[in-house]
C-alpha cells in the first residue's frame, strides 16, 4: 500500500464494534468480505465498500476480506464483468490472496440447508400465481393470508423440490419459500422465497441447475459458510436483518454473522445504480463503462483519477448510519490535492495563437529548463526548446486591456515561463478583425525569465515553441448532469438532464515536447488543470489528452 495514505485507519462506529468483538474474545480473528453483483462494472460507491472491507482486513492482525462473487442471477451476470471487477479491486490496492469466491460454489450446500428447513417444517413450496402470491402478501397496512399450499407435508415438499431443481416445472409454477409469519410487521418476514425455477444455464454451474436461491437466503448461508465475523452492507438491507438472522438460527450453521448496516456513498451531480449505468452504455449516451465522465472505476481511471485520491476521498466521507449526499467538490479536492503533490509540471496551449518574437534571430534555437515540481527538488528539471516562433494562449492577449490584465496587449511586458520577459509591440489581425499573430520584442537580459536589473513583470503567461510543439487532442470533461441530483428530477427522464458540455474535443492543441514521451500517469498543465494521455485512443501520431481536473473549482464559482 502506498504510504501516502492513511485513509483505512481512521475509525468509524463499525471498527468500533469490532474493537469490542476482539476486546471481549468474541472473535479472535476478523473476517469481511466484499460480495460484488457480477452484473455491470464497479463505482465509486462500491469503493467505498470495497475500502470499508478490504481496509479492515488491511488494519488488524490475522484478518482478512473475502472477495465474492455474488453470482446468483445467471442471465445478468457475464465473466466480462468479473474480470473487470478483479482488475478495479486490484487497482484500488486490495488484494483477497485466496479468499476468492462464488456463491455458485456453495449451491449444493444452499440446497441441503433449504432440504433441512423443509424437514423441519420452516419451508414449503408454494404454487400459487406471481399475482396471487403478491396479493397474499398483503402490505405495511393490512396483514397477508396464507397460502393454500402452505399445509404441505414435508414429503411432498421434498418431492416438489427436488423435481423443481431437475427442470420438470415451467418458470414461475413453484416456488420455495420459508415458513414464518404471513402477518409478520417486517413484509421481508412474510414467507419470503428461498428459491425460483430458472432454466438458464450459468456460467460456473452450468445446466445442473433449474433453480437459484434468492439473495436473503443465499448471502447469509455464505457468510456463515466463511466464517464472516462481520457482513457489512448498505442501509437498505437494515430491515432484512431479522431474516439473515432467522435463517442462520434455524440452520443452526457454525458461525452466525453480524450484519451490520452503514449508509450507501450518494455523490451528486452523476447516477450510480447499476440500472441507469446499463442504460446511458447501451444507449450511447456515453461511450463505454470506461467513459471518463462516468462514475464507474474503469471510467474515473481513465479519466486519470489516481487509486489514492479515492482512496483518501473513502476515507474522508468516513461510515456512519446517516444517509448523506456528497458533493463532487469533496471527490475532486481529493483528487486535486493527490495530482498537486505528485503530478510533474508541462507546458501546453489549448488554444493556440502565434506569437513571433521580431528581435529574436531567425534560426536560433537554445534550450531553456522546466521546473519540473516546484514541491520536489529531486524531480529537478527538463529541457524546453525555445524559438523566434512560440504559440500561446489566444486568452492571453486582449485589445485595450484594462489595467488589471497582467497579460498581453501592445506595449505591456509579461513574463515567457522559465525563458525571456517579451514586450508586445503588434499584433496582425485578418479580415474579420480576429487577431492572427501577436508580435514582441524580447530581452536577452531576462534569460530564465529573471531580469538583471529588479525590474518586475506582474504576468507570467506559458508558451510553447511552434516548431517543436507537438500537436493534440484534448478532451476537457465536465459534470455528466446539469443538475445536483438527476434520479430526483421526477417531471425529468434523468437522460434528459445530461450535461451538454460534459464532453468538449479541443484539437491541435500544442504541447511541449517532452510530452511526446508521456505515459498515461498525470501532468500539471500549468495554469490549466491536470491531464493525462487517454489509455484507449492516444497513440504516438495522435496523442489524446483527457483534463482529469482543472486547477480550481469553478462550479464553486458558478453557485455562489
Ligand atoms: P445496484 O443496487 O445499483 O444494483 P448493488 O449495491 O446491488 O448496486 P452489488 O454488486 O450488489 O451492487 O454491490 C456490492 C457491494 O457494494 C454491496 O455490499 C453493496 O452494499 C456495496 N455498494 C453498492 N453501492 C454502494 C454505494 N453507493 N455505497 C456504498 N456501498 C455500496
Ligand atoms: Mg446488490
Redesign the pocket.
Known sequence: MNDTFDGTTSSNFIRAIIDADLESAKHTQVITR????PNGHLHI??A??ICLNFGIAQDYVNATCHLRF?DTNPGKEKSEYINAIKEDIRWLGFEWGDNLHHTSDYFDQLYAYAIQLIKKGKAYVDSLSADDIRLYRGNLTEPGKNSPFRGRSVEENLELLDKMKSGEFAEGEHLLRAKIDMAAANINLRDPAIYRIKHISHPMTGDKWHIYPMYDFAHCVSDAIEGITHSL??LEFENHRPLYDWFLNELKTSAHPQQIEFS??NLDYTV???RKLHELVEGGYVSGWDDPRLPTLSGMRRRGYTANAIRDFCSRIGVTKKENMIEMSVLENSLREDLDANAPRALAVLDPIKLLITNYPEDKEEILQGVNHPKKPEAATRDIPFSKELYIERSDYMDDAPKKFFRLTVGREVRLRFAYYVTCTHVVKNDTGDVIEVHCSYDPETRGGKSEDGRKVKGTIHWVSAKHAVSAQIRQYDRLFSVPVPAAEKAKDYKDLINKDSLQVLENCQLESSLLDANTSAYQFERQGYFCQDSVDSTQDALVFNRIVTLRDSWAKKSK
Open positions: 466484499f460480495p460484488p453483483e460507491g462500491h467505498k465498500s455474488d452492507c448498505t450507501r456513498l450510480m445504480s447499476k
